[in-house]
């Protein structure tokens, strides 16, 4: 009776050992498959943004002409323009740059058709600006061009979105991060956000969208078209010393509260996308 005992404690001993072992490998298992899961769905969106904006500025006021403006072309297309801006065969390229907005137009999908494409980043209740909380979300809207309008009025239809952005960084110069949202919400075992992420000022600081000029320089933002400083950077104008030739778009997603905590750990993992993409038509 006793060595059956000591035989059944052993094996008790042993099976809770592999059950242990069993456990952690699904649970460290379950985790990696949720950063895959997150990288998958950041990478495309990154792509199509990449894709996206080296088209913008094609076809340019350089190549198509107006009408009432002759043969020679009248740029660059915009306030000081307004008949070259507002016809739907010109991409007047990048409109509006902020840290949390980015408008351009472009002949995006090879086609010749002009679209004016807009990405904007809203917190957690759907606000622009966002004021309020993070997870926040990119939303992406896709429209022609409308013939007669002004590149900041065009229509917008929020068609695309990547939901669990974490960053909203706003600088408050150039180069000094900061000012993101708090990063509220649980997971499914009540573990608050806070207590972990808000101690991370990288997952919320970095501004989602960056622009560099021509020498890799940080440029300051916001910059329109509607302004002289705005349309000298975002058109290149030869009198420009900083003008945008690239912009970089930087996300830190969060896994689902629901189905993405870590089960060990407790907590949500982050994974962090960086997509640049250089302004060929500029």
């Known amino acids: 009776m006793i060595e059956l005992m000591i035989v059944c404690a ?26 895959v899961d997150l990288t998958q769905e950041g990478r495309e969106f990154v792509d199509e943004f990449e894709r ?27 306030n000081t323009n307004p008949t070259e801006a507002m016809n739907s065969n010109v991409a ?40 309020t909380t993070c997870p926040c979300t990119i939303q992406r809207s896709e429209m022609a061009k409308v013939n007669g309008t002004m590149p900041l009025l065009q229509p917008v239809t929020w068609s695309q979105e990547l939901q669990n952005v974490v960053n909203s960084g706003v600088p408050g110069g150039t180069t000094a991060y900061g000012n993101g949202l708090a990063i509220a919400g649980n997971t499914a075992w ?20 960056q622009a560099y000029d021509q020498s890799g320089n940080i440029v300051a933002l916001p910059l329109d078209i509607t302004t002289p400083n705005g349309t000298a950077a975002l058109t290149c104008a030869a009198a420009s010393t900083s003008c945008v030739k690239s912009v970089r778009l930087t996300i ?17 993992p982050v994974t962090t996308m960086v997509g640049n993409a250089r302004l060929v038509n500029n």
Do not use: W
Request: aromatic share 8%; glycine share 8%; charged share 15%.
């Open 52 to 78: 996206d904006l080296h088209q913008a500025g094609y076809p340019n006021c350089r190549t198509v002409a107006a009408p009432g403006l002759g043969a020679t072309p009248n740029c660059p297309a915009d």
């Open 10 to 35: 052993i094996l008790a001993i042993v099976m809770a050992s592999v059950v242990r072992g069993v456990d952690l490998t699904v649970q460290r298992s379950q985790a990696e498959q949720i950063k």
């Open 190 to 209: 009540g573990a608050t956000n806070s207590s972990f992420y808000a101690a991370i000022s990288s997952f919320k600081d970095y501004p989602v969208f």
């Open 252 to 268: 830190n997603l969060l896994a689902n509260a629901t189905t993405g905590a870590d089960l060990q750990t407790k907590v949500r």
């Open 92 to 131: 007047a390229g990048l409109v509006y740059v902020s840290n949390t907005k980015l408008i351009f137009e472009g002949a995006i999908d090879g086609s010749g058709t002009v679209y004016s494409v807009q990405y904007r980043l809203v917190d957690s209740a759907g606000n622009f600006p966002p004021a």
